[in-house]
Every structure is written in C-alpha cells, then in structure tokens.
C-alpha cells in the first residue's frame, strides 16, 4: 500500500520510525499460514489486522474498471454479486453480476501478480434469514411456493411434506383463551427476563420436516416450510421490552418492512441445502476466497419487534437459532479453507442470554465478524449520534463494570467488547469489523481512533449514506494519511493449487505440455497456431496461441460426445454435432452451455426464463495467447473416461476429428442391460431391452448361444434374430457399450424358440375418414401393424371398387355425384390371402367447389372438408384446387409467425425430405416440396437441401394470427389431375404446433376435376 505524509511534526518523526521497524520487519522470511483454498482455516484470518484496508460495496451491476481499480487497492473487499439459481439438481446456475475474471482481476491486486503483497480477499454477500425471492431465482417473484422449490431442484419432485409459513414457540405466545404459554422460560408474565433463556434447547428441524412435539405448527399454504410466521395481532403491554407481543400468527409470511425479504428457518434442510450450493459456486467457480453471511440474526431471541419497527417482527424466531449456527457450520464445512465472514448476531456470544449455549460452535464456524451502528448510530433522532456523547444513550457504552446496567445486551462500549474480545482471541477467534454509518468529518478521528487504535478492530465507515450502494473510502484514506500500514498478503492465495496452472496471463505453467492442435501458419480465421488442454483436479484448462495479439471474444469452442452421434446440434456441415459450447461475450464474460435437444443452433439451459448464459468460464486474454478454466464434471463428468471428444472453433473455423482430446481415467464399464425381453416369430425372435441409464452408450452387442451376431452396434434397445429354424430354441444375451469402447457384462440370458405361425386374418382396419371433394371422395385410415399385410380392399355401398389390392393407407374415389351420399368401407388382406372384416363405415357427399379468393378470411372454405385437425395452435387443415391452383388453408391461433407445409408430391413417404416430428416408420414425411412462408422451395439432395422455385404473390399467399391461405401454381411441382399428395404443417419449428401431430401420417389429398 502506497503511504502518504500530511504534515511534519511529532507525529512525522513516530511515523517514520515505525515505518523504519515495518521496512525492517518486511526484510524478513514471508510468514507462513493457511492459505485460502488450500488449508483448513479457523480463526483469524491470517494478514489481516486493524490496520486492513476494508471496502464494503453492495454494486447491483457488474463492476467497471475503473471501479475494479479501485477495489484492487484495499486488502478485504465483500461485493454482493447476483448468482442466479436455474436448478439445484441439475448443477444448472449462472452470475449475473461479478464475472469471475473479475473477482480473480481483484484478487490480483494492482500488480495483477496472484501470491503476492498486495492481494486482495474478496468475499461474496449471501442473505441466509431473509430471501427476497427475485433476486435469486428468475422466472418467478414473491414468496417461494413448493412448486416453485421442485421446480429449481430443492424439493423431490415427489414431496407431498407440509408447506410454509412456519409457526413456533414465542415468549409472547399465548393460547386462544388469552392464557400465556410459557413453552422456553424467556419473557415472563411480570415484564422481567430471565437470562438463562434456554429452555428452547434441542428445539430443531429434522430432515423430514416432522413438528418437534407440539411446538411447530405449519401453514400449509403452499409455500416452502422455510418461512416464518410469527407475526398476528400486536398486543399493547407495557410490561413487555418493546411494549407488546404478537398474540399469534397469521398465517402470512414475516417479512423485513425495509428489504421486503420474507424472514427464513435458517436450520430448515431445503434452505440449507440453497445456501451451501450458493456458497459452493460462489468459492468454486467464480473464485471468492469465501462468503459473507448477512442477515445471521433473524433468529434474535429477545425483540418481539412491532408493527412500527422498520425491521419488522424480527425477535420473534429464538427457535431458530440452532438451526442458524448449524447453517453457519454447513456454509463453513463446504470448503474449511476458505473465509466465512458473518455480520451480527452477537447474542450467540452474550454469556447471560440462552443462545450462549452456541458461542463455541458459531466461534468456530467464521473467521470474520462484522456489525453496524456500533458507536455512531444514525437512527438516534435528537443530540449526538455518538453513545458516548448522548446521555439519553449512556448504557450503550457504559465502560463502568461496577454499574448495576452494565451488563445490558447493547452496552457496546463495556460489555460487548468484553464478551466479543474473549471470543475474537481465542485460537479459533475471528477478526472483527466495525461499519458505522454517516460519520461526521468532524467526528473522523475520534470514531477511527475508537474503532481501531483503542479496541483493535478494523473499521469501514460509510460517511455518506445508511447502506453500501456506494464505496466510501474515508476509512483507508485516515489509515494512509497517518501512515499505517497493513500487514502484507503475500502467501494468502497460493498458486499451486492446480498444479501451478492459473488463469493468470502467464503462461510459463504451459512449458512441457503437448498441443492437441498445431498448425504454425495459423491458417484459419484466427490464426490460431496451437491449441492445448489439460485436466487437473476438478478442473479443465485450456490454452490457445496465435501468431498475432489473439482476441475470442464472439468466438464459439464447440465440443462434440458422441463425434457426430444422435446427440447435439445437427444441423451444421462440420464433421462433429456439437453437444456444448464456450461463448466468450467480451474480455469479461465467458459462460459454457450445453446443447438443447431439437433447437438447432441453441446452446443455453433448458430453461425459458433466462438467454445468453450458463456455467461460468475463467479467461485470461494476453498478448498473442489466452488460457481458460472451467469445472470439468459440467461437461466431463467420470463416465466420461476413456472418451474423445472432438472440437470445433467456430469463428475460426477449424477443428473436428482432427483436434481432440481424451477424458482422463480408465473407461468405465456400464452396466448390463435390463428387462430383455423375446418375442418368437416364424424362423425368426424379436429382442427388446431397457435402455442403458448411462449418457455415453455408444450401442449393443446381441448373442445369441454365447456368439456375437452384429458387426456394428446396434443403437435402438430392440433387435431381431431372422434366419432361424422353427421348433429349435435358442438363447439370447445383450451387453452395452459406451462411446470409450468398454463393453458391459451380458444381460441375463432369455430363451425363445420360433414356430411357424398359424394364419390368422388381419384386423378390421381403424381410423377410416372421408374427405369429400368435387365428384370424389378421399379416405384415409390408419395403417394395419401386421407384419404380413398384403394390401386393402376399399367398398363402397357395399360393393368392392379395386380390382387389385391397395398398398397405401389412402385411396380416392371418383367419378361421383355431387350432392349425393355415399357409404365407404376397408378391409385389410394379408399374404395368406385371409381377408379381415370390414372397418365401420363412413359416409360422404362430394360437393362442387365454391370459387376461393385468397383474401387471409376462411368464409368462402366452409364447404371443404378437413383433411386433420388438432387441439394445439394449429387447429385444422383444408386442401382444394382449381385447373391451375393447389389451395390451402391453416386455421389456429397465433399463426402470424414462420410457418412450414410439408408436401410429398409422389405420395411416398420413403422418399423425399422427413421434417422433424415425422421420421417414425410409416409416419415419414417423405417432402418433395415445401412451402416457407411465401417462398416454394425443392429437395434436391438428401438431407435439408432446398433450391428456391416460386415466389408467391400478395394475391396468393395472405396470413395473420387465425388464418394461412395460399394458392400456388400445379405446374410449378409438376402435378395434375388427379394426383395425390400428402400435406403437413408446422408452426414455428414448434413440436407440438403442427398437423399433424407428430409421429401421424401425413393426410392424403387427390386433385380433382
């Protein structure tokens, strides 16, 4: 820290000699002591002393750099970032606020150097007895409900427990009849207090929610069981420390009136379990060297705080307190070596109150204790805001200790420094901050002296205002003007916890390792030369060179699981189909995001509340190089070993197959598979299995009798054994194989012997409809599943029209007479010639075409039957065609948006295009043409492969919300009358948005006359 002289005087002379003893101290061997992130730390926090230059800052935006300036020239700063919680189970969060380049840029202090003098501490805030719901979790506001807890992983999908707010025993608590329920020994009848206060001992909440005897009672209405609820009706008693009591509770969340944030049962399992994955990320991932835990003293046992008290009817939750410091110690037990800071809660220390009964385990659990208002306090209406120069504020520093008041709870200035002190010193003691509000220029020397020369405290004095929104730096100025020093930090971060690999900008840790990519022309969109990985720890470390000042911001790192398997965006021409990506938005922010199934290029959380974000990324640009980290079980979890994976650089352009690099460990096996099943046939036996749980499978291997029979995995969970002979049984096993080639062991064997089966009839087709048209009728039924269909015979009153058997699930009957009804059935005919019964009739009457104008209105369609209907926002499909024009109509909700008809001009579904929704075996698309919007477009080639052929006009395609209308020329895809055509719609690129639905033919429609 840079030391500054304001004056030549005595105070010069001392100042110089102590400077000259601390010169001399610093020629000395650098102390050693745990390091943060590496070894247990209990006690004080090693470097830090009255002298520490402490910043307090609650930013709600990510810092700028000129504020990180100067953030970087304190030696303990606590910044409130915003993590966001997406879902608990699913390891799924992301920062808002605070990248974590820029919380490890601040550790570095100012010579960006990590390990030395002049590092910085940096904790994160976390509010563990108040939750203000919105700046948590997205998506959703207000009090948390246990749908809401399920949704975000916090609850088992399952739980059916009770719900929230919670009510418990109150020393104002007194039955219907008025009768006062002395369930802990607090406060008694007669107005006095009982400073044993320990009757609530061993009052908790256990794991499954259970009421401990008759204390707690539960509001069961909905909301999470972490909420208090004590508040009900104020009761005016002058006999009472704040004058009355809370009668009951109302069934209504207690909330701070100030923040807004409900009160919480810090020992409830769901909210620890929120905290401590809070805590988790905050250390691991966005590198804090610890949390500061605010709002510890909602479980206050003495207060009973009214309807006018700002902070509302906190006091009231003594029954809690257990539940807090087990908190505290789950939030400390996450990683022992990093710092957890706490403000308040100093009753838990107080030898005459019943939380005393915790001091050694809250002690224990922090390293850092932190209050406010201590000598100077703001909300003192009349006469000096300083307690030692207000007589009406005397016995809150009282430094007599024969006084009869001397003992009182909030006598700062004596008692509280003798309890605080004897804790603070012990070996597993803590350092302890004063923050002060609004202190006076004047007032200056005389609260610094008091906080830091007299008690030995370090101290933050926020001058301006009543909260942190901004930084104050009156304190650290007073300490550099006088010329006091703070002790070095040289050693409090270490940098081998990696084995020496830090995201620091020097790369000398890199020296040895092999390139998985080289390439010393950088011959690509970046110029990138080399490329290199590493795994160590839980962490995955990347480093990129090139042959210019290299910059990745708008890059894209893709990687790719199963090398261009089922899985991951697939709709890209490089070798690989990628399964996640790194985006580096700017210098600052980096985040890794997995693929979402079925959306094409969308990599981010399966979530509709949050865009543009995902698990965080440390990068580190320099110079011509840049290094990165992340946690590697996001996307390299340990079923993973033994597996490539493939990489793809999209920006600049090179990768797949030839850049790649290998999970460490040795493959792991999967387990065998499940429930198979054997189904006998003629000369042959169906298999079926339960899919593998393991995210890797590559496919399976089937033996039948002990032998292999695929030369290549199978990848469906079903296979069939052809070429065997009747009457002869054989046995069949299968076994796994992940995408690392370790084979399982075989599945249990099943055995199965084929007969030749006895001919039955097919049967009666289902699902037959009539569409009519102008002199015809066009039916269509849902296919028969024998495997031995031969064809379908279709009957029109009565009498057969098809002299051969009809192989398609369609037909059109022609030649009719508008205006007349008639009568239509189908039977299905197998191989052995047998003939099923009839399906049940339906009955038509063609109709002559009305004259349609495509207008955006249905009006003039009411005489067109539908070809399919459905109950999403795609409602119903119509088809009609004049000498020249194939019209169609849409009709729905919400329609004014990108749409799809999908149509197989050839009325084969195995050729052609099979849009998304429609591959199933028979429900294949099978798309000669489709229509985007206004534009027709050709498949040309396997695949999504479309050349452009009309354009329609105004005055042939119209569309708004309820209505797509449209008119394109027959000569334009080749057809004529006659001809039949399959038609399907989507909306949206949506999966349910479609007709038909999906896995269902496509409907049939024949041109007519």
């Not at 002690?363 to 307690?387: C, D, M, Q």
């Not at 890209?572 to 995001?593: C, G, H, M, Q």
Request: net charge negative; proline share 5%.
């Amino acid at each position: 820290m840079r030391l500054i002289f304001v004056r030549k005087s005595t105070w010069f002379l001392l100042s110089v000699i102590l400077l000259m003893l601390f010169s001399m101290l610093s020629l000395r061997p650098p102390l050693t002591y745990a390091a943060i992130g590496k070894d247990p730390l209990y006690g004080k926090v090693p470097g830090l002393n009255e002298y520490s230059r402490v910043m307090i800052w609650y930013g709600t935006n990510t810092a700028t750099q000129t504020q990180l300036n100067t953030l970087k020239t304190y030696d303990l700063v606590i910044l409130e970032p915003t993590i966001r919680i997406i879902n608990v189970a699913k390891n799924q969060f992301y920062f808002e606020t605070f990248t974590p380049n820029q919380v490890n840029e601040i550790k570095r202090g100012t010579d960006g150097i990590l390990g030395t003098a002049d590092d910085v501490i940096v904790l994160a805030y976390i509010s563990v007895g108040e939750l203000a719901t919105s700046s948590v979790f997205t998506g959703f506001t207000g009090n948390m409900t246990i749908q809401n807890g399920k949704d975000v992983g916090l609850l088992p999908p399952n739980y059916n427990g009770p719900s929230g707010p919670l009510h418990g025993p109150n020393p104002w608590n007194y039955n219907a009849s008025g009768i006062y329920i002395n369930v802990e020994g607090g406060v008694i009848p007669d107005g006095t207090y009982n400073s044993g206060y320990n009757g609530y001992a061993g009052i908790s909440i256990s794991e499954d929610y259970s009421q401990t005897g008759s204390l707690l009672s539960w509001g069961n209405n909905g909301l999470m069981p972490w909420y208090l609820d004590q508040q009900g009706t104020w009761m005016t008693d002058t006999r009472y420390m704040y004058g009355g009591y809370w009668k009951s509770g109302d069934g209504v969340v207690d909330t701070n009136k100030t923040y807004g944030g409900g009160y919480i049962n810090g020992g409830d399992p769901a909210w620890k379990k929120l905290i401590t994955f809070m805590t988790d990320k905050l250390e691991h991932d966005a590198g804090y060297d610890g949390v500061f835990l605010d709002t510890v003293d909602t479980p206050d046992p003495i207060g009973g705080a009214g309807p006018t008290t700002s902070w509302g009817p906190r006091g009231n939750f003594g029954f809690t307190a257990k539940g807090m410091v087990e908190l505290v110690e789950a939030v400390k037990a996450v990683d022992p070596s990093k710092i957890v800071a706490a403000n308040r809660a100093y009753w838990y220390f107080n030898p005459d109150e019943g939380t005393s009964q915790f001091a050694a385990r809250y002690r224990h659990a922090i390293n850092i204790f932190l209050t406010e208002s201590w000598y100077h306090n703001p909300y003192i209406t009349s006469g000096s805001k300083f307690y030692d120069e207000n007589p009406a504020f005397a016995g809150n520093w009282n430094t007599n200790s024969s006084s009869p008041t001397y003992r009182s709870r909030d006598n700062f200035g004596g008692f509280w420094k003798d309890y605080m002190n004897a804790h603070a010193n012990q070996s597993d003691g803590f350092n302890i901050i004063i923050a002060d509000f609004t202190v006076p220029t004047s007032g200056k020397d005389k609260w610094m002296n008091q906080v830091v020369l007299n008690s030995g405290y370090m101290g933050y004095d926020v001058s301006g205002a009543t909260h942190f929104a901004t930084m104050y730096g009156d304190a650290k100025n007073w300490l550099d003007s006088r010329g006091y020093p703070s002790a070095s930090l040289a050693g409090i971060h270490p940098t081998d916890l990696y084995g020496g690999f830090n995201i620091d900008g020097d790369f000398a840790d890199w020296a040895g390792e092999t390139p998985i990519y080289t390439n010393p022309a950088g011959s690509n969109g970046k110029g990138i030369t080399q490329v290199y990985t590493k795994f160590v720890g839980d962490k995955f470390f990347m480093k990129i060179d090139a042959n210019t000042a290299l910059n990745l911001q708008s890059e894209m790192i893709y990687f790719d699981f199963d090398k261009k398997g089922p899985t991951g965006w697939q709709g890209v021409s490089w070798p690989i189909s990628p399964d996640t990506r790194i985006y580096f938005e700017n210098a600052n922010k980096a985040y890794l995001a997995p693929h979402v199934a079925g959306q094409g290029d969308v990599f981010k959380f399966p979530s509709t509340t949050i865009s543009n974000n995902g698990w965080p990324v440390e990068v580190k640009q320099s110079g011509n190089s840049a290094e990165l980290a992340f946690d590697a079980d996001y996307i390299f979890p340990a079923s993973m070993a033994g597996q490539d994976i493939w990489t793809w650089f999209r920006v600049a352009n090179f990768g797949g197959s030839s850049i790649k690099f290998t999970v460490p460990g040795a493959p792991a096996i999967p387990s065998a598979p499940a429930g198979l099943t054997a189904a006998a046939g003629n000369g042959q036996v169906t298999l079926n299995w339960t899919p593998n749980p393991e995210s890797n499978i590559a496919g399976f291997n089937v033996y039948r009798d002990g032998v292999k029979l695929n030369s290549s995995l199978i990848t469906a969970a079903s296979y069939t054994s052809t070429g065997l002979s009747n009457g002869t049984s054989y046995s069949f096993q299968v076994s796994a194989v992940n995408t690392g080639g370790a084979e399982s062991a075989k599945s249990s064997a099943v055995t199965a012997a084929p007969q030749v089966p006895v001919p039955t009839a097919p049967a009666a087709p289902a699902g037959l409809t009539a569409a009519a048209g102008s002199g015809q009728v066009t039916l269509n039924w849902t296919p028969n599943s024998e495997s031995n269909l031969a064809g379908y015979n279709v009957y029109r009153n009565g009498v057969k029209l098809n002299t051969s058997l009809i192989s398609a699930a369609s037909y059109t009957s022609t030649g009719l007479t508008n205006g007349t009804s008639y009568s239509f059935q189908v039977s299905a005919v197998n191989a052995s010639s047998l003939e099923s019964a009839k399906s049940s009739p339906v009955n038509a009457m063609p109709t002559a075409v009305t004259s349609i104008t495509i207008d955006g209105s249905a009006s003039d369609w009411g005489s067109i039957p539908v070809l399919a209907s459905g109950s999403s926002n795609v409602q119903s499909l119509k088809a009609s065609n004049n000498a020249n024009q194939l019209l169609l109509l849409l009709q729905g909700t919400g329609l004014n948006v990108k749409g799809q008809f999908f149509l197989d001009t050839d009325n084969n579904r195995l050729t052609g295009y099979n849009a998304a929704g429609w591959t199933t075996s028979g429900a294949e698309s099978g798309a000669e043409y489709m229509l985007e919007n206004n534009i027709l477009y050709y498949n040309f080639a396997p695949g999504w492969s479309w050349t452009r052929v009309y354009t329609l006009s105004a005055s042939e395609f119209q569309r708004n919300n309820s209505v797509v209308e449209l008119s394109v020329p027959l000569s334009s895809m080749s057809l004529t009358t006659g001809s039949t055509i399959r038609i399907g719609y989507i909306s949206n690129d949506s999966a349910t948005n479609r007709l038909p639905a999906g896995a269902a033919s496509l409907p049939s429609y024949t041109l007519g006359s």
